[in-house]
Each structure stands twice: as structure tokens, then as C-alpha cells.
């Protein structure tokens, strides 16, 4: 099977190796191009554009950013695509978005599956990511050795749309856990608690979300490189809203958490790591 992938970006770049790594033969695409010149260099084939990638594409991979950028980029490549191909999303994305995608990838007589990812740039670039596929094992069994090649585990959910369900809950519980550890964090510097002991302290208790024990050493040192950009989660925040009231659910804190990262990208954090809500909070 011939593999298109496009979206180039910090998940996509990793994810595209890991194909490759695997001997797969990879088509692919971004929009700043300069981003596939690894990629060439280690046998990828660059498209000339997305109506080529989905000619030649047995299966298309896309790992964009928005659902808008997703829509706005499948519209160009589904048209040209063969009876039966498969188009995989792993962006972050909601889930009626995707339902909408599968209906649209069907009138092209094209198989689709939302298939986004949980893991950060570090399981990205060691093919760990955890798959959140909406679809069985057995209908998704063409796809599984993709998968294998990118992840650690695939996890099947069924229906289309389950595996954007379950990845926006994990993105709202993430962007939430950092939210509330970080105002913990300026309450105890406040009262005069040295930074290090408290994260220490903090991080070892069954009360603070693991995630926190993971990235303390970079909270204390205020390095907040990217791994997973502030901008996005900040997006997935808005999606999962935009589901709740999908639902006529409220999500007051939530909301809270969204005018709280709001303000660190107005404060200039958007494109580093989604860590730094802790910077803008305290500070
Ligand atoms: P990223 O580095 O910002 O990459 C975004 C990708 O989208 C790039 O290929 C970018 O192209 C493309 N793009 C953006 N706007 C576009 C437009 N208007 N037209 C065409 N292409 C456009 O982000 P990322 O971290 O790889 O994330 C990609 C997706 O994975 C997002 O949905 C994110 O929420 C999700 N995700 C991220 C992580 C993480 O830890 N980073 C983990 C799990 C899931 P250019 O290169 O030309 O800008």
C-alpha cells in the first residue's frame, strides 16, 4: 500500500519517520515544504500538490491542526482519491467533525476513521503514541501495521467519532490538571513555600495528575520548549465547549480554564509548550 501523509508539523514530521523507518513507501505533503527535506532525503516521495497525493495514495494520513485546516485540506485531495481508499485523521479534532468528515470521505465511496493520537512529541518521535481509533479491530485491520509503526498500542472504540470523543477528554483533563496545579503553585509561593520543595512535595501526592510529576523539572527551570504548542490545547479547550453545548452541557470550569490559558496566549506563549500556563500563572 502506497502512504500519503500530510501535515508536516511537530507530530506529523515523527509520525511520517516512523512509516518510513518501517520500509513503508511514503507520499508526502506539507504546506511549508522545506519541512519534508528529512523526510525526502530518507526515500519519501514529495507530491506536487494534494490532487497528486490522493491520486497515488492508497491511504492518506493527515495530522493538521484545526478542523478547519482538515476540511479545507481533504477537500482538495478526496476528489481524486481511488473506490476504497482510506483517509486516517490523527488531528486533534471534534467529534462531530469527524462524523461529518466520514460522510463526506463516503460520497467519494472512500473509507475514513478518526484515529488521533495520545502522547507528545517524545512518544511522536520513538513511534509510543497511543491510538484512539473510532472503528473495530476487524475493519480497521488493513491499518493496524500504520499503526503499529507510529504507536505503542491501538485502542479500537467502535464508531466513528469515538476516537475524537476520548482524545478531547484527555486534552480538557490535561489542559485542567496544569490550570489548577499552577494557581496551587502561586497560592504556596505566596505564603512563602521555596518553588522546588513544593513541586517535589506536590508532584509525589496521589492528589496532582501524574503529567505534573512528568514535566516538573521543566516547570522549575521554566523550560517550556515546544512539545505540544499552548495555541493547540487552547483549541482542543474551545472543541470540547463547542461539544458541550453540542450536549446543552455547561462546563463552568472548564470555561474558567479557557479564559485562564487565554490569557497566556495573549501574553505572548502561544507557540511554546502548553507547560508555560504555569509561567503565566504564577508570575
Ligand atoms: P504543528 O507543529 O503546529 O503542525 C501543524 C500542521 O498543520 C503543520 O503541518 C502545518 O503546516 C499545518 N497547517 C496549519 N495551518 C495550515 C493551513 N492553514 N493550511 C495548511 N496546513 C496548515 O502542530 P502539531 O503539534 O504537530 O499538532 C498537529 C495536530 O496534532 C493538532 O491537531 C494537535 O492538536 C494534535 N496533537 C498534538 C500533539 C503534540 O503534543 N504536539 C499531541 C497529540 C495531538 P505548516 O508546517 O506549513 O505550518
Not at 532525503?41 to 491520486?55: I, Q, S, V, W
Request: glycine share 8%; with cysteine; aromatic share 8%.
Amino acid at each position: 500500500m502506497k502512504i500519503g501523509f500530510v501535515g508536516l508539523g511537530i507530530m506529523g514530521s515523527r509520525m511520517a519517520e516512523n512509516l518510513l523507518a518501517d520500509g513503508h513507501e511514503l507520499i508526502v505533503f506539507n504546506r511549508s515544504v522545506d519541512k519534508a527535506d528529512s523526510l525526502l532525503e530518507n526515500g519519501a516521495k514529495l507530491a506536487t500538490g494534494l490532487e497528486d497525493l490522493g491520486k497515488q495514495a492508497d491511504v492518506i494520513f493527515t495530522m493538521l491542526s484545526t478542523p478547519a485546516v482538515v476540511k479545507s485540506t481533504a477537500e482538495e485531495f478526496l476528489p481524486y482519491m481511488k473506490e476504497d481508499a482510506w483517509w486516517v485523521d490523527c488531528s486533534t479534532v471534534n467529534p462531530s467533525f469527524s462524523r461529518q468528515m466520514a460522510v463526506l470521505a463516503a460520497k467519494y465511496n472512500l473509507r475514513f476513521v478518526d484515529a488521533p493520537v495520545a502522547g507528545s512529541k517524545a512518544p511522536a518521535e520513538k513511534g509510543e503514541l497511543l491510538f484512539l481509533a473510532g472503528g473495530s479491530e476487524n475493519a480497521l485491520s488493513e491499518l493496524q501495521p500504520f499503526f503499529d509503526a507510529m504507536g505503542k498500542k491501538t485502542l479500537y472504540l467502535n464508531n466513528v467519532g469515538n476516537g475524537a470523543n476520548v482524545k478531547m477528554l484527555i486534552n480538557l483533563l490535561l489542559a485542567q490538571s496544569l490550570a489548577t496545579f499552577s494557581e496551587a503553585m502561586k497560592l504556596g509561593l505566596s505564603m512563602g513555600l521555596a518553588e522546588k520543595q513544593l513541586l517535589q512535595i506536590l508532584s509525589s501526592t496521589p492528589v496532582v495528575s501524574p503529567v505534573v510529576g512528568l514535566l516538573k523539572e521543566r516547570l522549575l527551570n521554566k523550560d517550556f520548549e515546544v512539545n505540544f504548542p499552548l495555541k493547540w490545547i487552547q483549541k482542543d479547550i474551545g472543541l470540547a465547549l463547542q461539544t458541550a453545548d453540542e450536549f446543552n452541557l455547561s462546563m463552568p470550569s472548564l470555561a474558567t480554564t479557557q479564559s485562564l490559558y487565554q490569557e497566556a496566549l495573549n501574553n505572548g506563549y502561544g507557540d511554546v509548550d502548553f507547560s508555560a500556563i504555569y509561567a503565566n500563572m504564577i508570575a
